[in-house]
């Protein structure tokens, strides 16, 4: 097949959903070591807000295409690979976490090592939802938070993307698991997987800990920053760790908060008898392909055999993006969104 025209969601300036807009594209033949795939559904993070807003810190120039993970079929690849895998033919479905966004298209080209193979079965939809938030989830348990069967640990916003990943793999391995969140019905959501919910609307975080676990906790797994930091350090037992894997900083202010917080995060981790790190999926996959290939894997053969059920909050048409991140910032989908191309 030669050119192929498409249509992708592209964000021509930083600010509201109305900078969002559906434009045709061309794609041409797969370039050495890349495949062209038809995307059928694509997941969205909160990850995609923030860029959207101009407040990401690996934030691209616009115009650019939104989105990190999403489940495709292979349309064709470089004829020219050598000892392709079997898997590898038109018309295989594959999963891909991106390293730059450009999720948001109904076609895309990309390098072969970033396509996992779906197994058989697992519903696309489903499948788009695991890359980015369950890649998050093994860096901050196993990469960072070294974790093991019996730890203690606090998940900050355990009701959202990553935090309901971050439960499920925990529950998985055993941990006793506290989690903050203020969504109705968070508290059977947590439940679900045995965390102990913390309201963190009406209730301190650390003056709970410090009563129900006075020896501190092993791990906090925290997206949030700010004042929270000094306190997530403050519960943590002797040789506890504090895994931060985003900082909610100021409208307008978010990347150099972000970089604030690193920095704070860094330093924190000079002083003795507790760690501190940070997760960067993006960087992480660029770093180590194994490690992604690997856990991406892993991760959708639990999916296909029910050990891992994300929440899918709604499905809608891709072209209709801007209406699922309006939707989202007025907090009326819960759960994971997905955008699909079939519809
Ligand atoms: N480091 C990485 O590689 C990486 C990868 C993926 C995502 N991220 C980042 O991780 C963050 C979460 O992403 P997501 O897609 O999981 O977002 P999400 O689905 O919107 O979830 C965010 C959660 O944070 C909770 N929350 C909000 N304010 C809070 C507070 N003050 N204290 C405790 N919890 C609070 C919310 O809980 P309620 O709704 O219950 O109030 C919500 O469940 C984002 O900043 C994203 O950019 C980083």
């Not at 935090?163 to 499920?168: I, P, Y």
């Not at 029910?306 to 991140?325: D, F, K, W």
């Amino acid at each position: 097949m030669s050119e192929i025209t498409y249509r992708k969601i592209v964000v021509e300036r930083f600010g509201g959903t109305e900078a969002m807009r559906p434009v045709e594209a061309t794609l041409g033949e797969p370039p050495p070591g890349h495949a062209r795939i038809r995307v059928l559904a694509a997941g969205v993070g909160f990850t995609d807000l923030m860029a959207r807003s101009g407040d990401y810190l690996l934030q691209r120039k616009v115009p650019f295409t939104p989105g990190y993970e999403l489940v495709g079929e292979i349309v064709d690849f470089d004829s020219g690979t050598p000892r392709p895998p079997a898997w590898l033919a038109p018309g295989a479905r594959v999963a891909v976490a991106l390293t730059h966004m450009a999720a948001y298209a109904e076609y895309i080209c990309l390098p072969l090592w970033q396509l996992v193979p779906l197994p058989d079965g697992l519903d696309p939809r489903l499948a788009a939802t695991v890359p980015l938030d369950y890649l998050t989830a093994l860096s901050v348990l196993d990469t960072h938070g070294r974790v093991e069967a019996g730890n203690t640990v606090l998940i900050q916003g355990a009701s959202g993307g990553v935090g309901q990943a971050l439960s499920r793999l925990g529950a998985l391995r055993g941990l006793r698991m506290y989690g903050t969140a203020s969504a109705p019905g968070g508290e059977e959501l947590l439940a679900r997987h045995g965390v102990a919910f913390i309201d963190y609307r009406r209730q301190d975080f650390e003056t709970v800990l410090r009563e129900r676990e006075p020896g501190g906790v092993h791990a906090v797994f925290d997206h949030i920053g700010g004042a929270g930091l000094r306190k997530a350090y403050r519960v943590l037992a002797p040789g506890g760790v504090l895994v931060s894997y985003a900082f909610a900083g100021r409208p307008g202010h978010m990347v150099a908060d972000t970089v604030r917080g690193a920095a704070r995060v860094k330093l924190m981790n000079l002083r003795p008898g507790r760690r501190t790190a940070l997760s960067m999926v993006p960087s992480e996959i660029k770093k180590d392909r194994g490690w992604y290939r690997a856990g991406l894997e892993r991760l959708l053969d639990m999916a296909a055999r029910g050990e891992i059920t994300p929440r899918i909050g709604s499905v809608h048409p891709l072209m209709r993006a801007a209406e699922v991140h309006a939707a989202l910032e007025r907090r009326e989908i819960t759960g994971k969104a997905v955008l699909v191309t079939d519809v």
